[in-house]
């Protein structure tokens, strides 16, 4: 069983930057991708990005697209959500997921992470 570890939430003013990591141990049970979510308070939980469990390949949500960038270290095996030009309305928790569908779609989610705050401040 796979288990993910988030980190690098945090405050940060609109239009600066942030980096999440998502640090994976285990096997899963199925590789297909590994990516991330997010949840902002009063919304529903909504897709954000994610890259291919072998390979590059990425695939973004069409709110983040061309502000957030998506990488892998697979000899960390960790994941990074790379994310520029910070908006108030990217305020708030980001999971990080491993699931067997591409894009990643919630129903096929096998793990989840436990979750990240980030706070974009005007």
């Known amino acids: 069983q796979v288990q993910l570890v988030e980190s690098g939430g945090g405050l940060v003013q609109a239009g600066g930057s942030l980096r999440l990591s998502c640090a994976a141990s285990?096997?899963?049970?199925?590789?297909?991708?590994m990516g991330w979510f997010r949840r902002a308070p009063g919304k529903e939980r909504e897709f954000v990005g994610c890259i291919r469990w072998s390979g590059t390949n990425t695939f973004y949500g069409d709110s983040v697209k061309g502000r957030f960038t998506i990488s892998r270290d697979n000899a960390k095996n960790t994941v990074y959500l790379q994310m520029n030009s910070l908006k108030l309305e990217d305020t708030a928790v980001y999971y990080c997921?491993?699931?067997?569908?591409?894009?990643?779609?919630?129903?096929?989610?096998?793990?989840w992470g436990q979750g990240t705050l980030v706070t974009v401040s005007s």
């Open positions: 997921a491993v699931g067997s569908s591409w894009p990643l779609e919630t129903r096929y989610i096998e793990v």
């Open positions: 285990g096997r899963p049970f199925s590789r297909t991708a």
